[in-house]
């Protein structure tokens, strides 16, 4: 499966973005997916994951109540979709297929000040 993530750019603290993730070759739904995100000299990091039916989620401490990650599998696409972002939002994300190990390209969201 290829991944492509798309969506990302400059954003004013508090403000939206939501990311997309669109699969080609294979099926999106064969796939438990997640979001990570990699900072400026820091580690990559991960942000959220949801089940193949999207029947469960999970989020990182830092992102809970703020990013909702949803998926459409009929359009072989993942969502990520950030609310009331903050300057230590501003990273690449990346999505990936966890079972798999498959990365997509990355998209960057910086959040200013």
């Known amino acids: 499966v290829q991944l492509q993530a798309s969506g990302g750019g400059l954003v004013q603290a508090g403000g939206s973005v939501r990311l997309s993730c669109t699969a080609s070759?294979?099926?999106?739904?064969?796939?438990?997916m997640g979001w990570f995100r990699q900072a400026p000299g820091r580690e990559r990091e991960s942000v959220a994951a949801?089940?193949?039916?999207?029947?469960?989620?999970e989020y990182r401490d830092s992102v809970k109540g703020r990013f909702t990650i949803s998926r459409d599998n009929a359009k072989n696409t993942l969502y990520l979709q950030m609310n009331s972002l903050k300057p230590e939002d501003t990273a690449v994300y990346y999505c990936?297929?966890?079972?798999?190990?498959?990365w997509g390209q990355g998209t960057l969201v910086t959040v200013s000040s």
């Open positions: 990936k297929s966890l079972t798999n190990n498959y």
């Open positions: 070759g294979n099926s999106l739904r064969n796939y438990i």
């Open positions: 949801i089940w193949r039916t999207g029947s469960s989620t």
